[in-house]
T-cell receptor
């Protein structure tokens, strides 16, 4: 139980385009979703926290206009990287507090060319 | 400032060679400490949650322990399939459900 499904698992996009990443909680309701970014051989850095029905909270230094977060329902949160640039290339992971602790999605490898 | 430090950064062991990974923390009000395993290109996989000093949990070749200042992940007679990055993370009373990750230990087990 307590599965978070994340899609896509990888995406390549051109500079200047936008990319949407989805995270769905499959068997529980996720009122909160955390979005992380991870660079190679580094740990997870929290970018923002989304809450169903309210605006996302962004960590210091994260551009909210660039990383748009929407928590449309109790089972779906999305992260849109707008006007992507090569420096946005990274591994993005979502996580939700579930019945048995924090459950993570499988991650999305974003490459901007 | 709340901090979580993991050591060593990387560890290479021979199959069957037991060892321990360390997670030390300096935080204001620990609510819980988590251990995760992360394989390359995947999201973290939950291993253990510890809540109070003296608590221990085991799963197969892994045992996690907690004191007031640090946690250890002991790995007994490891196998090559135990190779992964092991992350610890803390949940604080003051953090509104956010968890703070350590930088991880990359464990490599040679056959």
């Amino acid at each position: 139980g307590a599965v978070v499904s994340q899609h896509p698992s990888w995406v390549i996009c051109k500079s200047g385009t936008s990319v949407k990443i989805e995270c769905r909680s499959l068997d529980f309701q996720a009122t909160t979703m955390f979005w992380y970014r991870q660079f190679p051989k580094q740990s997870l850095m929290l970018m923002a926290t989304s809450n169903e029905g309210s605006k996302a909270t962004y960590e210091q230094g994260v551009e909210k206009d660039k990383f748009l977060i929407n928590h449309a329902s109790l089972t779906l949160s999305t992260l849109t990287v707008t006007s992507a640039h090569p420096e946005d290339s990274s591994f993005y992971i979502c996580s939700a507090p579930g019945p048995w602790g924090y459950t993570f999605g499988s991650g999305t490898r974003l490459t901007v060319v | 400032e709340d901090q979580v430090t993991q050591s060593p950064e990387a560890l290479r062991l021979q199959e069957g060679e037991s060892s321990s990974l360390n997670c030390s923390y300096t935080v204001s009000g620990l609510r819980g400490l988590f251990w995760y395993r992360q394989d390359p290109g995947k999201g973290p996989e939950f291993l253990f949650t510890l809540y109070s000093a003296g608590e221990e949990k085991e799963k197969e070749r892994l045992k996690a322990t907690l004191t007031k200042k640090e946690s250890f992940l002991h790995i007994t007679a490891p196998k090559p399939e135990d190779s992964a990055t092991y992350l610890c993370a803390v949940l604080l009373y003051s953090s509104a459900s956010k968890i703070i990750f350590g930088s991880g230990t990359r464990l490599s087990i040679r056959p």
